[in-house]
């Protein structure tokens, strides 16, 4: 339906609409160069791989290598996002900051000089040779406890994201696949998960659980935010599966799963890996959020938990700095580097972003 | 017995935020396909051409109506079935872009159609019939194997595709508009391609908005109106002697080499704009937009080409207004009625199809309101 | 002269090194004139038409001028072009379906887009409503948001915003491909009438398709790997092509009237050579069944005929004579295309070198293509 707009076809009004807004509002709307035009964007499917006509990826394997055929770049695009993601200072920066603390993370509890729920020292001693950052009112080593509990916030973020990439992914697809009865009935299933305030439902658990481990945060966690991979998946896999290649592959006797998993999917691999990062650092700061109010994990130490004690013990008041600021910082660090990374992200995949 | 049966075919789509306007693509469309035929389906964008297609390649239900390929039903043939149906019923569609998945390479096509219907064929084997298919579609297989779509031109895209088919023991084509994207000079390969495997026995239906390439090759012609079929038949007469409007007006409009527009109204009857802004809550359709237009009763068709050119740059004004372009596009049901019809039967038959009589022989034509 | 581009050169940064997109191109539009501009796919036909207007980002000005109404175009500085646009330039964009921003009303957008340039939308009301009458749209879609109105509402709106303001020079860039015949007819013969309304002083028709401009353009001008092979008046192009090219576009265009069983067409075999590393002389050489020896230096894009410029050294050898194609070998009217040609520009011998003699031309129409060539690459 790409050249012929007005084609009656499914839903064919509400995409034309949808696929006006991703691209035009920047170009006439916001009047900073408003010649009526030049945009990129073509009703209906394909929006992606016309907006390059406006927006020009730059090109790589292009054989009559001209920029007027917006259609002859996608071939070479692993190896040219690879040039630009290698360039971007942004993704380089999230990217090796976030590298540091996962590496921290997976050795930590090889270097931590002391065990960080044991009695090591007198409580509330500021930084030292001895204690880096001290030690807390309870006389644990608050480096030691931030090590430990870097690794645990990892897990919840990386247990919650998976997760909800799961199920995000898989009813995501089968709306945006098969639409019709089963794409409502998922809808209204996904309203209705969104709707479940988390944190109520958080509280009544926790007190018909003894105790609460990592991986019962992570699920938590994934089952109240795939809602969101759902719809998102669900939105692309409306256009794609309207592009003539996924016709095609019916017309070969595929069945629905291989062409989801190997035309479709791939299509929004970019989108997805997006998707994916946020979801991790949004599953790092949520468990954040949790263990602080006292409703996270019971039997580990984590970032959330350390400022959790912190505020249970009056560290604010007793003027004990260095027992919440250390995991508020990694914290605050971590999702802004994720944030830092995803942007740069953004602007490897979206051409219209790139700087030329 | 026709190698395909369309027999009072009609869709109702649903539009709208919640679903909640129904449209009919197409209403009550018969005709048949026989082998060694083409049939060109040509309409303007709307009119329910590509949907029609799609119905034929049983990748959208019709509404109701049925399809008979080879006097099976084909709504009712099942998994297995629909495989076996694909082994002899294949499309081309309008975009070679869009038919390839950008992130593999073009060949993928044939290795989808192995993977599923011809399992066992050894490599060597398999490479010999891919070649063969390549061959009649004048490719040559060093030049599009292993490439990625991007590597060939659109001509080479679409060539491919219809060798994919060939694969297969493919017996009707369905060749959705596969030209329009194609430069004028790659255009005509495909066209006499097509012409080619008719002449090998394929039946082909060819959908285009473009008078003048279905003229080229179709035996039949299909013209397709807002889901009607508004006249039919061998093609010289159908575009050779046109009588419905609708048919005279698309051809009035066909950009010429050698002729202007404003040439071939000459002597035609002209209603001035704003005179027949037909109303239309009774469910007829409106032809007000023939009026708009300067009207041929007699085109020049089969009059060669070659000629002079039109003088420069000295246009006469065809109609006493502007032709308006709403009237064309506007459908019956899309401007807002009183009450949206709430099922697609009340739909299909709140607006029905005009009936079909014959003129001529081997021409029908569709009754005007 | 309403529009003189003199060996304009906008070549695309790629990561293999540059794309000479354009590559030294001169032309003249007149006050009144309809130009079109025709080519395949990746020509540079859309390039050309864009950077008279906006040249994007990853495009560039290689040299080369462009003078409007006598005034020189800063098309390589965006800020500097920002005072032109709208007002003296205009562009109807390739998909300018969709190029009317969604969220808000046509006439607030309108507005907008006005006071951006400077102009105060009272000051214009009358004119735009004048002219929606004009195009037969009704009022109303000055408030109405772009998804309710059709394509061709959308296409007729468009094309009266972006002429409000009267600029000389409407670049229209394929406005006809995507729409059906009726509709293609309409938009063509509005685009007419915007001229004969004196909207617009000249109108670029880029398009793919010669019949196209065949109804609505002055001129036609041919574009070929970046370079122009042809330019005259449409009935001239159409009727009387000298370019092998031009011809074999024409022979390959199937008409109304033609069917496969009384005359099959053919195409062009092979395709257009990469711009990356363009081929020394005749860019259409591989392709032409009437390439010689000479065809492997660079054509000049010289008038053969009064007001037919060709770019092909057949039609010299066959209007001109081989005296001619000799005189053309002398220094300083052609240079000898080596390796890295594609930056050289052929010298263009404008009036002073004319080689008119209607009466002995040789004319090849199309009907010579159509025997050629019917094999299939």
């Known amino acids: 339906m790409t050249a012929s707009p007005g084609e009656i076809g499914p839903a064919a009004g509400v995409e034309e609409a949808s696929s006006l807004g991703s691209s035009s509002t920047e170009e006439v709307g916001a009047g900073s160069e408003p010649v009526l035009g030049p945009v990129g964007s073509i009703a209906g499917g394909g929006v992606e791989a016309r907006a390059t006509v406006a927006a020009g990826a730059p090109v790589v394997g292009a054989p009559s290598g001209l920029g007027v055929g917006p259609r002859q770049f996608t071939g070479g695009r692993r190896w040219e996002f690879l040039y630009f993601a290698l360039r971007n200072k942004k993704l380089l920066l999230g990217m090796s900051v976030e590298l540091v603390f996962v590496v921290l993370a997976i050795i930590g509890p090889a270097i931590a000089p002391y065990n960080p729920s044991k009695f090591v020292a007198r409580p509330n001693l500021g930084p030292s040779g001895a204690h880096l950052m001290g030690t807390t009112y309870f006389g644990q080593d608050v480096f030691s406890q931030l090590l430990y509990g870097l690794r645990d916030s990892y897990l919840v973020g990386f247990l919650g994201g998976l997760f909800a990439a799961i199920v995000g992914m898989a009813i995501g697809f089968s709306a945006g696949y098969r639409g019709g009865v089963l794409d409502e009935v998922l809808q209204v299933f996904t309203n209705i998960i969104v709707m479940i305030p988390s944190l109520v439902l958080l509280i009544v658990i926790s007190a018909y659980l003894k105790t609460r481990g990592i991986l019962f945060e992570g699920v938590f966690i994934g089952v109240t935010t795939w809602p969101w991979v759902a719809r998102a998946v669900r939105a692309q896999t409306f256009t794609l599966r309207e592009r003539d290649f996924v016709d095609l592959a019916k017309l070969s006797g595929r069945r629905a799963t291989s062409i989801i998993v190997k035309d479709i999917a791939p299509n929004m691999a970019s989108y997805l890996f997006l998707v994916l990062i946020l979801l991790f650092g949004s599953s790092i700061l949520l468990a954040a959020n949790f263990d602080f109010l006292g409703l996270g994990p019971t039997n580990t130490v984590s970032l959330g938990t350390m400022m959790n004690q912190a505020m249970l013990w009056s560290a604010l008041q007793l003027h004990v700095w260095w027992w919440f600021i250390p995991p508020g910082a990694v914290i605050t660090i971590i999702v802004a580097a994720l944030l830092v990374a995803n942007v740069g992200l953004d602007e490897v995949f979206n051409p219209r972003l790139r700087a030329t | ?369 | ?377």
């Open chain 2, 1 to 369: 017995m026709s190698l395909l049966e369309l027999d009072k075919v009609s869709k109702v789509y649903k539009t709208g935020t919640f679903g909640g306007e129904l449209k009919p693509a197409l209403r009550e469309v018969s005709f048949n396909i026989d082998k060694g035929e083409v049939i060109s389906l040509i309409g303007q964008s709307g009119s329910g051409k590509s949907t029609l297609g799609k119905i034929i390649l049983h990748l959208v239900p019709p509404t109701s109506g049925t399809v008979r390929f080879e006097g099976t039903d084909i709504s009712a043939i099942g998994k297995a079935g629909l495989r076996d149906y694909y082994r002899r019923v294949q499309g081309v569609f309008q975009d070679p872009f869009s038919s390839y998945n950008p992130l593999y390479k073009a060949d993928r096509v044939f290795d989808m159609v192995k993977s599923v219907y011809f399992p066992g064929v050894r490599g060597t084997d398999w490479q010999a019939k891919v070649e063969a298919a390549l061959e009649s579609v004048t490719l040559n297989p060093g030049d599009v194997l292993n490439k990625f779509p991007h590597q060939l031109s659109g001509g080479q895209q679409q060539r491919l595709l219809i060798a994919r088919a060939l694969l297969l023991d493919v017996r009707l084509l369905v060749a959705d508009e596969i030209i329009s994207m194609l430069d004028a000079s790659t255009r005509v390969d495909v066209l006499n391609l097509l012409v080619d495997l008719k002449r090998r026995g394929l039946g082909i239906l060819f959908i285009t908005h473009d008078l003048s390439l279905g003229n080229y090759i179709s035996d039949q012609t299909v013209i397709l109106r807002q889901g009607v079929v508004v006249e039919m038949g061998e093609t010289p007469k159908v575009l050779g002697n046109p009588q419905h409007t609708y048919t005279k007006s698309l051809l009035a409009a066909v950009p010429q080499l050698h002729k202007k527009w404003g040439e071939l109204g000459a002597g035609a009857t002209v209603i001035p704009a704003g005179e027949v802004r037909a109303g239309s809550s009774n469910g007829k359709i409106a032809h007000d937009e023939v009026g708009r237009y300067s009207k041929s009763p007699l085109h020049p068709l089969r009059q060669g080409r070659g000629g002079s050119g039109g003088p420069l740059s000295s246009v006469t004004k065809t109609a006493g207004g502007r032709p308006s372009l709403m009237e064309l596009e506007d459908a019956p049901w899309q401007r807002r009625g009183p009450k949206a019809k709430k099922s697609p039967s009340a739909v299909l038959s709140a607006y029905p199809a005009p009936p079909l009589q014959e003129c001529e022989a081997g021409h029908f034509v569709a009754t005007e309101s």
């Open chain 3, 1 to 377: 002269m309403t529009l003189e581009v003199d060996k304009l050169q906008i070549s695309y940064r790629t990561l293999r090194g540059d794309v000479r997109a354009v590559d030294g191109v001169s032309f003249a539009v007149d006050d009144g004139e309809i130009m079109g501009l025709a080519g395949e796919s990746g020509c540079g036909k859309s390039t050309l038409g864009n950077s008279l207007v906006y040249l994007e980002g990853r495009m560039k000005h290689a040299g080369g001028t462009v003078r409007l109404d006598g005034e020189v175009l800063p098309i390589s500085d965006q800020r500097a072009m920002g005072r032109y646009r709208l007002k003296r330039v205009s562009i109807i964009p390739q998909y300018a379906m969709s190029a009317l921003n969604p969220t808000r009303k046509v006439g607030r957008m309108t507005a907008e887009l006005l006071k951006s340039r400077g102009v105060r939308y009272d000051s214009v009301e009358e004119e735009l409503k004048r002219r929606i009458d004009l195009v037969g749209l009704p009022q109303g879609v000055l408030g109405m948001y772009p998804f309710e109105l059709s394509g061709g509402m959308r296409q007729r709106a468009t094309m009266v915003i972006s002429t409000l303001l009267d600029p000389s020079l409407l670049v229209a860039d394929e406005v006809t491909s995507a729409l059906d015949v009726s509709t293609q007819r309409a938009v063509g013969e509005m685009l007419m009438e915007f001229r004969d309304e004196r909207f617009v002083k000249t109108i670029i028709v880029i398009t793919h398709d010669l019949s196209i401009l065949a109804q609505v353009a002055d001129t036609i001008t041919v574009m070929y790997a970046g370079k122009l092979v042809e330019k005259a008046p449409a009935a001239t192009v159409v009727g009387e092509p000298l370019h092998p090219y031009t011809q074999a576009l024409l022979a390959s265009l199937p008409e109304v009237g033609v069917r496969y069983e009384d005359a099959p067409l053919a195409g062009i075999p092979g395709r257009p050579p990469s711009l990356l590393h363009p081929p020394a002389g005749c860019r259409f050489g591989a392709r032409c069944p009437f390439a010689f020896e000479k065809c492997s230096q660079d054509p000049p894009f010289m008038e053969l005929r009064p007001g037919h410029e060709v770019a092909c050294w057949k039609a010299v050898r066959d209007i001109g004579g081989t005296s001619v194609l000799a005189e053309a070998d002398q220094p300083g009217t052609e240079g000898p295309a080596g390796p890295g040609a594609g930056s050289e520009v052929p010298a263009v011998p404008r009036p002073g070198a004319q080689l008119a003699s209607p009466t002995s031309a040789v004319s090849p129409g199309p009907g010579e293509w159509t025997g050629q060539g019917t094999g299939q690459p």
